[in-house]
């Protein structure tokens, strides 16, 4: 798909732009993966972030039933 001229205008004139590039700046120092540390997944982070949202969203935890089955395979 090919630009129009005046939005092919636009994305030069916003490349020069310093405040633009600033902006794009702060948003890539702020993008980040809450749940991984040190390069790994954080299970920990993960089920801390869950258990408040459900407590935020006022949701109440179903009761524990275990899984009754005698031959489970993945």
């Given at each position: ?34 749940f ?19 407590e ?19």
């Amino acid at each position: 798909m090919k630009l129009s001229e005046k939005a092919e205008k636009e994305l030069i004139e916003l490349a020069g732009s310093e405040d633009f590039r600033r902006d794009m700046e702060r948003l890539s120092m702020r993008n980040r993966t809450p749940f991984m540390k040190d390069g790994l997944p954080d299970a920990d982070a993960f089920i801390e972030f869950v258990m408040q949202f459900n407590e935020f969203i006022n949701h109440k935890p179903k009761p524990f039933k275990p899984m009754i089955d005698k031959d489970m395979k993945l």
